[in-house]
């Protein structure tokens, strides 16, 4: 679990997102595209999902991606070249179906870049015809954009600000695509608002839909029932259940008030970290 190197990816205008070399043997040899990981930084910290963005079997290691933004994320910031996390465990959750499914676009927003990246790599390895999204607020917060278009046979960008690529957003292109004519699968992984989004437009096209949901998770291992998600009116737990489902069938409503169950003590614990340091 020692971290191997440490790369600073964006530090824009207060966002802060980096990357994580870590040595894991045991996950480097069995991590697939879709599947996650659960680590504490220290003894005293939370338990937070990353999802595996690469892994390298031959060297032991997998790569993860995080953005920092509560308490955990913020020590990993902290972290430095040598250090060591307190405990890792995966991979977790089911990986994503990989086949030829003929046409296939894929969607990423804000770090879910990171999550859309090893999908669109094996989706392309797979013999399909990979249409890549990717979203954020300006162009100067897109991560892995080298990366996603050596993954794909066609890539778009949109920005809220017009920064960069197209301005607007990643669905706006989604819709003019399936317009154009009929895609077999769209995979859509981000923010809550945009996948509800691509649920929204791919509905009216009749095209099926997996999303990746970032519900919150503590146990990760289906024990403790804060990543219950609804899918279909059924109750899932997204850490063993998924985190993929079709997003047609996701609740959204609820998955967006359960993520906010947290936001004030979250908030807390920052102020408090802050006034500390």
């Not at 890539?155 to 317009?179: M, P």
Request: glycine share 10%; hydrophobic share 40%.
């Amino acid at each position: 679990m020692k971290i191997l190197n440490k790369e600073r990816l964006i530090d824009s205008g207060g966002v802060k997102i980096g990357m994580l070399e870590i040595l894991s043997p045991e996950i480097a040899s069995k991590a697939r595209p879709g599947q996650f990981i659960v680590l504490m930084a220290s003894e005293r910290g939370e338990r937070i999902p990353l999802t595996v963005v690469e892994r390298d079997f031959i060297k032991g290691t997998i790569k993860l991606i995080f953005q920092e933004a509560g308490l955990t994320t913020k020590m990993l910031g902290a972290m430095k070249t040598g250090d060591s996390l307190y405990s890792l465990v995966g991979p977790l959750g089911h990986p994503t179906e990989i086949k030829k499914y003929g046409k296939v676009i894929i969607v990423g927003g804000g770090v879910g870049s990171a999550e859309i990246y090893p999908v669109a790599r094996a989706m392309k390895e797979a013999g399909n015809h990979v249409t890549t999204i990717l979203g954020a607020r300006s162009g100067s917060l897109l991560i892995l954009e080298n990366e996603l278009k050596g993954a794909c046979d066609e890539f778009y960008v949109a920005t809220d600000d017009g920064s960069y690529g197209r301005k607007g957003f990643t669905t706006d292109i989604l819709e003019e695509l399936l317009s154009k004519g009929k895609y077999d699968l769209v995979y859509s992984v981000g923010p809550i608002p945009m996948m509800k989004r691509s649920s929204m437009v791919t509905k009216k096209f009749n095209a099926k839909t997996i999303v990746s949901l970032n519900a919150i998770m503590v146990d990760a291992t289906g024990m403790c029932g804060c990543c219950r998600v609804t899918v279909g009116g059924k109750t899932y737990f997204s850490c063993v259940d998924g985190p993929e489902f079709d997003a047609s069938l996701v609740d959204w409503e609820e998955l967006t008030k359960r993520n906010r169950i947290y936001d004030d003590k979250e908030k807390h614990i920052c102020k408090l970290d802050a006034l500390q340091k």
